[in-house]
């Protein structure tokens, strides 16, 4: 990247948001002196108008940055953990609300990725965006056999733009997480690196038609939601295919009620669609705010925009109905161990410690009425408070509070009696049984069933072979075994055998010197006592066995 033109954008970056008052949000005080001074020597700094909410200046300004920072904002509004409720709820706004790019350069993306011209492809193609968000944009077209369709293409050049735009962002998460007081708490580098995976996820749009085909599947047997169906020949990295659907958005209460939807029903169906998906599946749609979800006639849902899903492992699905249920049971002591348990917090954890810091957290809420209880809110603050108890982040676990609280919300716009007890808990309570019960014993017998069939006619020879081979095994084991026998007692040999010929050297030297020879090669016979002879002999049989032990 251009040195000139990174400064140049950093600059920018910083005058949009003085010009907002963002700087008065985060506080400049323990900034460097000379971004300091800069910003407080900023002529905008006089004339900026402060008299909007702080949540919607940092919207505007979001806005006013580009893409990259709006979809920055709309990560932001899914993290109640990390913003006040006043600026992660007008963040929400960021939602479908960028200016779309021209049809001339909506045109040449799709003919760029099919390598051949519109019409190739498209009996009709409408000019017009029918639908901009921060990375792509929607157009309505016809298929060649007359299907209607709706064509996702991305935003031209995003991913220089994102690149750059991703610098910045961790350049200013390093300075906040330095001199902010806030950084140490909000983690504003780990903020950035999830972002960085989400947006580089969205930008692939055959990951996203995958998305959309495994839900579809998913649901083929259900009436409650609808999936469109991708057009996988006309679908690319860059440009998606899907069917188009027709509905009344879910934010347009008016004409649902007028429309006859009972607006009870779709609230409930809401939540059991979550909870579905979260537990039955453990892959579920992670981005549905209001603008993604429409209503048809039958009051069914129906679907779009998949760029973002979760997913859940079996650890994870059970431990958390385990909370789910030990939440409605208001079991606090349920909750911490299920915690440690699923290894969400450090083994040596003092259960009873961290039941008391739930039970301060959750025994306010449920003081409330039914309908004012934010069971959404509850797991947020339940989260936090593992946090402080050493629990690491836990992407899967994000993304699910954040898919939580948007059908919590929306549930209780369509039906603010909305009771969560009545649909949850019940679905909760069949699905532990379903995961321990004799049911789901027979599940697995019968899910096993097909390797078994592959498996049985082999587990003969298996055993024969395995048999063979710890029979050959023995016999390795005995013969090396008769080795190591063999060579302790050559060992043990030798070192006998050095010690006879040591000890019989000195006998027979000690007989040689007193037996005194007085001419060269004669010996005073008579002259010899008798324990010179018999210290002599001994010294000759000691060094006579060492040497046939040797020979052997």
């Given at each position: 990247m251009n040195p000139y033109r990174n400064l140049r954008h950093l600059l920018h970056i910083l005058w949009v948001f003085v010009r907002h008052g963002i700087d008065d949000l985060i506080g400049i005080d323990q900034l460097p002196w000379s971004i300091r001074s800069l910003i407080k020597a900023s002529p905008w700094r006089w004339f900026r108008d402060l008299s909007k909410p702080r949540g919607q200046r940092l919207r505007e300004a979001l806005q006013e940055l580009g893409p990259v920072f709006v979809k920055f904002g709309q990560i932001l509004s899914t993290r109640p953990d990390l913003l006040p409720e006043d600026i992660a709820s007008e963040l929400t706004m960021l939602q479908d609300q960028v200016p779309p790019f021209s049809a001339q350069a909506a045109k040449k993306v799709v003919e760029k990725a099919y390598g051949e011209t519109l019409e190739a492809h498209f009996q009709y193609f409408e000019a017009e965006a029918f639908a901009s968000a921060s990375v792509a944009q929607v157009h309505l077209a016809k298929l060649l056999d007359g299907t209607?369709?709706?064509?996702?293409?991305?935003?031209?050049?995003?991913?220089?733009?994102?690149?750059?735009?991703?610098?910045?962002?961790?350049?200013?998460?390093?300075l906040a997480k330095k001199y902010w007081s806030e950084g140490p708490r909000l983690r504003p580098v780990a903020v950035i690196e999830e972002f960085d995976k989400t947006i580089h996820d969205e930008l692939d749009l055959m990951r996203e038609a995958a998305n959309a085909s495994q839900l579809r599947l998913n649901f083929s047997q259900s009436d409650l939601i609808y999936v469109p169906e991708v057009y996988w020949d006309h679908t690319r990295h860059e440009v998606m295919v899907m069917e188009r659907i027709h509905g009344i958005s879910i934010r347009d209460i008016k004409s649902l009620k007028a429309a006859g939807i009972d607006m009870r029903v779709l609230a409930h169906n809401g939540v059991e669609i979550f909870f579905t998906q979260a537990f039955r599946d453990g892959f579920f749609h992670a981005d549905m705010h209001p603008g993604n979800i429409f209503v048809g006639s039958d009051g069914q849902y129906k679907a779009v925009d998949f760029g973002i899903m979760g997913t859940l492992s079996s650890e994870d699905q059970d431990y958390l109905a385990e909370n789910f249920l030990a939440f409605f049971n208001r079991d606090y002591r349920a909750v911490a161990e299920a915690h440690v348990r699923a290894g969400w917090v450090p083994p040596d954890t003092r259960v009873e410690e961290f039941e008391a810091a739930i039970r301060t957290v959750c025994e306010p809420i449920f003081a409330k009425p039914i309908s004012e209880i934010s069971f959404g809110r509850l797991l947020v603050s339940l989260f936090s408070t593992a946090r402080r108890f050493n629990m690491p982040v836990q992407p899967q676990l994000v993304l699910l509070q954040k898919t939580f609280l948007n059908i919590e919300g929306l549930g209780r716009q369509l039906y603010p009696q909305l009771d969560l007890w009545e649909t949850a808990k019940p679905f909760l309570e069949r699905w532990m049984r379903k995961r321990v019960g004799p049911g789901a014993f027979l599940e697995t017998l019968r899910r096993e069933a097909r390797k078994w069939n592959r498996t049985l006619p082999e587990i003969p020879m298996l055993v024969h072979d395995s048999l063979q081979r710890l029979r050959h095994h023995e016999l390795e084991i005995q013969q090396q075994t008769e080795k190591i026998e063999a060579l302790r007692r050559q060992v043990a040999d030798s070192h006998r055998n050095l010690?006879?010929?040591?000890?019989?050297?000195?006998?027979?030297?000690?007989?040689?010197?007193?037996?005194?020879?007085?001419?060269?090669?004669?010996?005073?016979?008579?002259?010899?006592?008798?324990v010179t002879w018999v210290t002599g002999i001994a010294g000759i049989l000691m060094l006579g066995k060492a040497w046939f032990s040797g020979r052997r």
């Open positions: 209607e369709v709706v064509v996702k293409i991305l935003r031209p050049g995003m991913q220089a733009i994102i690149q750059r735009d991703l610098k910045l962002l961790y350049l200013l998460a390093e010690v006879f010929t040591i000890s019989g050297g000195i006998l027979f030297a000690i007989a040689a010197y007193y037996g005194g020879l007085h001419e060269p090669g004669l010996l005073r016979w008579q002259q010899v006592p008798v």
